[in-house]
Antibody, heavy 122, light 111 residues
């Protein structure tokens, strides 16, 4: 059974750095084709793809946020960490991690965590 | 600009058929990248609904179907049920972004 769970602060101040951890089970991030991505949803808005890390440590970022994002993996701990610098109130959202599957053309995300809400406010 | 455009809302009575369109461009759907669909209820994890344009994961009812043509894709719900009331998102890969792109989402209302 594949599960993912996001953890991190629910409240951060403007200009601070947000660190979110995705802890997963039921698969290995060292298996060919596997990846873990981050997607967010601001209140009342659409899903927005943020970043993806592949089994081979290749990293991809949303161009609009690339300068602020870092995604890393710890295969031994089954964790993926997303860091977002210089947080702003517009970054208030529910943040999801999701597993990429290799059987999709391009990338697809069959498995998702429940999401973690993050509010940016002073 | 890389965008997947969906209608903000569609509605239908129970038992009816509704169609949600997803219009892209030459850097995503038109480039041949597959389209995937998700169903999202507030406060829950998005559910994987359709992959590679028209394939249903195990457990997804066959009243959900997908198609793709040119720079667009569609999700069709036939025999609409009250439990289908949710937000639906299309997603594809975009070569200019070198990453994924989600549509703006469509809210399905069952009248």
């Amino acid at each position: 059974q594949i599960t993912l769970k996001e953890s991190g602060p629910t409240l951060v101040k403007p200009t601070q750095t947000l660190t979110l951890t995705c802890t997963f089970s039921g698969f290995s991030l060292s298996s060919t084709g596997v990846g873990v991505g981050w997607i967010r949803q601001p209140p009342g808005k659409a899903l927005q793809w943020l970043a993806l890390i592949y089994w081979d440590d290749d990293q991809r970022y949303s161009p609009s946020l690339k300068s602020r994002l870092t995604i890393t993996k710890d295969t031994s701990k089954n964790q993926v960490v997303l860091r977002m610098t210089n947080m702003d109130p517009v970054d208030t959202a529910t943040y999801y991690c999701a597993r990429r599957s290799s059987y999709c053309g391009g990338d697809c995300y069959p498995y998702w965590g429940q999401g973690t809400p993050v509010t940016v406010s002073s | 600009q890389s965008v997947l455009t969906q209608p903000p809302s569609v509605s239908g009575a129970p038992g009816q058929r509704v169609t949600i369109s997803c219009t892209g461009s030459s850097s995503n759907i038109g480039a041949g990248y597959d389209v995937h669909w998700y169903q999202h209820l507030p406060g829950t994890a998005p559910k994987f609904l359709i992959y590679n344009n028209y394939n249903r994961p195990s457990g997804v009812p066959d009243r959900f179907s997908g198609s793709k043509s040119g720079t667009s894709a569609s999700l069709v719900i036939t025999g609409l049920q009250a439990e289908d009331e949710a937000d639906y998102y299309c997603q594809s890969y975009d070569s200019s972004l070198s990453g994924s792109l989600f549509g703006g989402g469509t809210k399905v209302t069952v009248l």
